[in-house]
């Protein structure tokens, strides 16, 4: 199984999916759990690189591709075989929101490159937690060259939109606290798998 935390950055997606990684240990499950840019060798070099340097947006959309492409490859599917769940701390619905919502690179080629770079992969389920950008910002403590609120409006607008159209994402509220949240992510997960 394959779960996927979507998010801007403040909505405690990281939070969730470490909690998740450690309930379904507890539970006797076997779990990898995976960040986006990363991951991999190469890809925590390109994440560096993405969180470090300002960047053409076709130049960042190929390094984040890149990055994932090396994490699917290399760690996501030979895990998925050998009956791990998967949990990913971003995931597709992040490179439409941020590079096509956000940086404003045409939704089809995201989606060509997205399905490129994952070999078809898709989750089997997706949280979104959502949020407003004034809320996560201020949550956040270590700032990235992402944080500009009109940029990070869109981006959340983005996610929204994608939530409607993309099969199986839930939506959750992230501003309730993270237990509460952690309770909806069980409730949801429990209706596809024995947790």
């Known amino acids: 199984m394959l779960i996927a935390f979507e998010g801007i950055d403040g909505s405690g997606k990281t939070t969730q999916a470490g909690l998740l990684e450690d309930y379904l240990r507890k539970k006797g499950f076997k779990v990898r759990l995976f960040r986006e840019p990363g991951g991999t060798k190469v890809g925590e070099e390109l994440r560096r690189v993405l969180l470090s340097h300002e960047l053409d947006p076709r130049t960042e959309l190929l390094l984040f591709e890149a990055s994932r492409s090396e994490l699917v490859s290399r760690e996501v599917i030979p895990a998925l075989r050998e009956g791990y769940i998967v949990i990913l701390d971003r995931f597709l619905l992040s490179t439409l929101a941020y590079q096509g919502y956000g940086r404003g690179i045409e939704l089809e080629l995201v989606e060509r490159l997205?399905?490129?770079?994952?070999?078809?992969?898709?989750?089997?389920?997706?949280?979104?937690?959502?949020?407003?950008?004034?809320?996560?910002?201020?949550?956040?403590?270590?700032?990235?060259?992402?944080?500009?609120?009109?940029?990070?409006?869109?981006?959340?607008?983005?996610?929204?939109?994608?939530?409607?159209?993309?099969?199986?994402?839930?939506?959750?509220?992230?501003?309730?606290?993270?237990?509460?949240?952690?309770?909806?992510?069980?409730?949801?997960?429990?209706?596809?798998?024995?947790?």
């Open 114 to 195: 997205n399905e490129f770079s994952a070999r078809g992969l898709e989750p089997d389920i997706t949280f979104l937690l959502d949020i407003p950008v004034g809320e996560a910002l201020s949550r956040i403590k270590k700032r990235d060259r992402f944080e500009d609120v009109s940029f990070l409006e869109r981006v959340r607008e983005g996610f929204l939109r994608l939530a409607g159209e993309k099969k199986n994402v839930v939506v959750l509220d992230a501003t309730k606290s993270k237990q509460e949240v952690f309770s909806e992510v069980l409730a949801h997960l429990g209706r596809i798998l024995r947790v």
